[in-house]
């Protein structure tokens, strides 16, 4: 791994880091059985190389486990948490008697790790994303200049996702030598054997050829695991795979490398017969019942009000290039913004921000999974991720927004190019699923700007804001339709044309916006008066607020969107209405229902039914 | 790459090669400079490859270029679509003047391939999915016992893509042979250089050690080519990956190498002179505006009525264990059904398939993407594909199913484990968002059913009906609610508690129906009547139908699901009541609002707000 020599840790600190490993394994036993469910074969498995890293290699404070000035670590195979909590107990940050209340209801220890749990940064249990949000530790520290390492325990099940290799790459392109990947490659599966097996090559030569040095080692010897933690640490300028060859179920001859024991706990009746193989019992007192639940999670820091945008009101400014003016604008005054791109830096606009701060910016290649999880990583770090890619390809990255969720994670994900809007590349570049797929995500904000001063106002609220914020951009120029002054309250939405004759409200946003405009012009023309909302933040959507304007209008609404009709702003005003118990008389629904395919912007959103002249005859029907 | 000695193929079969491929580049130069957009210099890379593939190596019949006779190739670098369009015509599918139609609105020919073109199998334009879905083409030639081979064109940039990784892996595992990559590496991603550049031995270790024959060569070297072709025909037992070292823009000076050059057309004025350098100009007739679009696209073939199920009607069924059990009697009728699970075949019962026909089974190891772009592949040379894991896990696939539904694939989805009601595990095992992603996909069914006899129904109904088919199944165990002869239409609902007396309509599906049904009980006991509605179809959904069913109870509406608010059954109902013109007087929708956690599974259905306790409350509040 390094040309190092091999180190020799003291017989007495071997012995110290066997004892914690056997009682990791059997505080992995017993919680499990306690429970009643959980993986305890999955955790015995990992036991010394677990001992081995909490307690030889890491150097963290116990009453601060997730403080910046300690090494971090991440379970990539959650579903091992019982091994995790017993190592958090053995190392003091609660007592040994509280990995006893293990995945009850009443216990912050649940069945995967989550940041409720002092010590953990970010919740994993979906397989292969640890090792990205181990990558965003690394970088966060190497930003700070910090000594800080950061440790991964990854399965050999999870290595079959493909994220792990784009986040190996990705640490092994930027020489990420503050990253250890410790593998625990136990051959087993959840429902068969691994790919792979026991056949530790393999592996070996996968990291090497993603730029990681690597070594096989014994995953339960000992001495082996604490030499090469030690020569992890003295690797320079590349990330260090320990790829262990190990045992499911470890210590415990009715379980040791046997199919069809994961996710089951031992039986209560075997649970001492097999501990007694691994040493003498644990005693531990009742659980007070206490919870250790994190008091605080990270919440994005404040910073200075940024220059203002100055745009001048009769020069059209696509919204995805306003996102990019904004990010540097804010970058200025806030020094924990970190951008990273997937390859489209200038299509998305990043780029200004990467030209003005080349140091905080990433290229993420195209991987939008990591991309994504790696903005966990760095967020648990007190950064401010802005991760960009066109907003059809986060779809691909829906998972790791899911469990960024579950992170209780503060990220800021920009979308460019929705809609059928973007014209001639065709329906495999257009976004028209992701307002359904951001508005189904906990604690997360969907913003949709129509204009340029909307844009960078959003934007910056979104780095001022917790929780998963997504911004929704559009690849055409369009109109400004505010002064530079104005303000965008979340939630919040602007009438844009109103008079005391509306006779139908017409709530769009992003190019349907001007669609919408353009027909309220037309149709007073006519002599029909609209009302024209642009709903700027999808959500959180205030009803009550929404439903005193369509009130105004005889409770006539069209609603229309660059998206699929379903989960969008059309479902998305529905149920807003319905929960403010607001009733429409008459509504229609907007939205692209066939599949598009290439042609002119202009073509497409007039062909799919969301232009001006759909607008007009929709609120002809009902006017 | 093997043992085979360096064929030599004839200087008058290499003469011929190079002038195909200086077709092909001139053709690209040509079309996508009169659309006005495209990826010129992305098809001149890759233009000798293309050449010797479709011109030497590649076996079709141009009249019928899908069939399964014929070998079969796949671009997923998508954005080249020119020079495969190129390609196409050079052989004879459609006139070269049809290629001059390059994205416009008319033209099947867009931006990036889609199935509606004679050739294409999957729309690809998404990175880093053509290999996944070659793998399936290839997969479904070996149970054909055919001798297609399958090509797959990729690109460097795209090598990014863990994906693609799943799939190598994937390919190597099983050995396919049939299968032969070629990697256009022509170090320019879309907005800077490529990770690796042309360091072209870190891609030749890469599919090494995912257990491909893979040699590097000159990507413009017609002979190196053909010759390298010839190997790869004559390897067994792995795949094969001819690694290109390629320029992109090749040919023509100003472009060959040049960043700043992806993605746009050569400017009217310089395309001769761009021209005059790979040759002599090609003159075509104008095109005389016939569409070459595919009269007809795969179907699920028909297949008889499968065994019924017999559930004794008091023994309560996993929906899960009934879909493994209804799988195995259709794949006894019908012969098509190819199944593969991400290594949870235990969890989700497909097991129960595999056991039965393990020829036809496929372990997908935990690699979601790889799994859905198999599927994709599969379904292209007819084959019904079922493909499973934890529900929640199918987000890590929203990108392969969205465009799944562009390739106008005939796929079947099943993700089990829906809901905070598989208790303990937590909320990274649970599915709350699934609903809301899957019918937000064009073409999309959505099946939740709430007990065995539905399950096995809606299972094969799936296997006949076209488009993305998601079934919704549940963890705990549930009653028989339906005789084993019934039959459950698309769409359709099941009123399962009526009176004339009715206060109120509730909603529900899977667990939330039989709290329903025991709320029911509960507040007839009390002397409050309600109808009771199984949702087992959540889209298509028939708003005029269900209107009728709650306009008999006053327009009065509880829905409730195990499934966050936005996007779920509730917002689904709403949409489509409103497109019905219905009214509701009061509406509830009850739907998992916070973040949860472990716990049993009734303690997390009634903590989180979807048990019956809380129905008879919704109901209560308006009846």
Redesign the interface.
């Known amino acids: 791994m390094s040309a190092t020599p091999q180190t020799v840790p003291p017989a007495s600190t071997v012995e110290a880091i066997k004892e914690k490993a056997r009682r990791l394994s059997i505080l992995s036993m017993m919680s499990t059985t306690a ?4 993986h305890p074969t999955s955790c015995m498995s990992a036991a010394e190389l677990m001992a081995g890293v909490f307690f030889y290699a890491m150097k963290f404070d116990p009453k601060q486990p997730n403080s910046n000035q300690g090494d971090r670590f991440v379970l990539s195979k ?1 579903h091992a948490a019982p091994v995790l909590y017993s190592a958090l107990a053995e190392a003091g940050v609660f007592p040994e008697s509280r990995v006893m209340t293990l ?3 009443s ?1 912050e220890l ?3 790790p ?1 940041p ?1 749990i002092p010590g953990v940064d970010a ?6 994303q640890g090792l990205s949000v181990g990558a965003g530790l690394a970088i966060g520290a190497r930003l700070d200049k910090s000594p800080t390492r950061v440790y991964v325990l990854l399965g050999d ?2 290595m ?7 986040a190996a ?1 990705f640490a092994g ?1 930027y020489q990420l030598d503050n990253l250890t990947v410790l593998a625990d490659v136990n051959a087993l ?4 054997p ?2 792979y097996q026991h056949d530790m090559d ?1 592996y070996r ?2 990291f ?3 730029g990681f040095a690597a070594e096989v080692i014994d995953g339960h010897d000992v001495p082996t695991i604490l030499a090469a933690l030690d020569r992890a640490k003295a690797t320079k300028s590349k990330p260090q795979a320990i790829l262990a060859r190990t045992v499911k179920g470890h210590g415990v001859d009715f379980l040791a490398g046997k199919e069809h024991w994961h996710g089951k706990p031992i039986p209560k009746d075997e649970l001492s017969k097999a501990i007694a193989e691994i040493g003498p019992a644990i005693q531990l007192p009742p659980d007070p019942g206490k919870s250790y639940e994190r008091a605080s999670l990270p919440k994005p820091p404040d910073f200075p009000a940024p220059a203002a945008p100055d745009y001048n009101p009769s020069k059209p400014v696509a919204t995805r290039e306003a996102f990019g003016a904004a990010l540097k604008r804010i970058g200025a005054v806030n020094p924990h913004v970190v951008a990273a ?1 997937g ?5 998305t606009f990043s ?1 200004i921000f990467g030209d003005a701060f080349p140091d905080r910016f990433y ?1 993420g ?6 991309l994504i999880s790696l903005g966990v990583g760095l967020q648990a770090r007190g950064k401010v991720p802005f991760l960009d890619t066109f907003a ?2 986060l ?2 990255a ?2 790791n927004v ?2 960024a ?2 992170s ?1 994670a503060n990220i800021n994900l920009c979308g460019s190019h929705c809609g059928v809007s973007i ?7 257009m976004a ?2 992701d307002i ?2 951001f ?5 997360s904000t969907v913003l949709y700007p129509s204009d340029a001063v909307s844009a960078e106002r959003l934007t910056e609220a979104m780095a001022r804001r917790p929780g998963i914020n997504y911004l929704r951009t559009s690849r055409p120029k369009t109109p400004l339709l505010y002064s530079n002054k104005e303000n965008f309250p979340i939630p919040g939405f602007k009438v844009l044309r109103q008079s005391a004759q509306d006779r139908v409200t017409v709530i769009g946003a992003g190019i349907t916006l001007h669609e919408a405009l353009q027909a309220a012009d037309e149709l007073k023309a006519r002599g029909t008066n609209i009302r024209v909302i642009d709903l700027y933040c999808v ?1 959180p959507l205030d009803g009550k607020t929404l439903a005193e304007q369509i009130a105004t209008t005889g409770g006539r609404l069209v609603t229309v969107e660059d998206h ?5 702003i ?3 005003v ?2 807003a209405l ?2 403010a ?1 607001a ?2 008389s ?2 229609r ?1 907007l939205a692209v229902r ?2 598009p ?4 912007p202009d ?2 959103v007039d ?1 799919f039914g969301i232009s001006a002249r759909h607008i007009v005859g929709a609120v002809g029907g009902i006017a």
């Open positions: 429970a009643g469910s959980g959650g995945r009850q209801f216990s649940e069945g995967h989550t409720r919740a994993t249990g979906s397989l292969g099940g999870e079959a996702e493909g994220q792990i290799w784009e790459e392109h599966g959840q429902s068969a691994t790919m393999v030569r996968k090497e050829s993603n791109s390859d489209v830096k200038n299509s780029e290229q290649y195209i991987a939008e999974q990591n059809c390809f779809s691909r829906y998972d899911r469990m969720a579950i209780r014209g001639e590349d065709g329906p495999s570049q028209l699923e359904a797929m508005r189904a995500v906990h604690s959500k699929w009709p379903e989960g969008g059309g479902e998305a529905l149920a319905a929960a118990g009733n429409l008459k509504y629904m066939e599949m395919h290439s042609g002119k073509e497409l062909a």
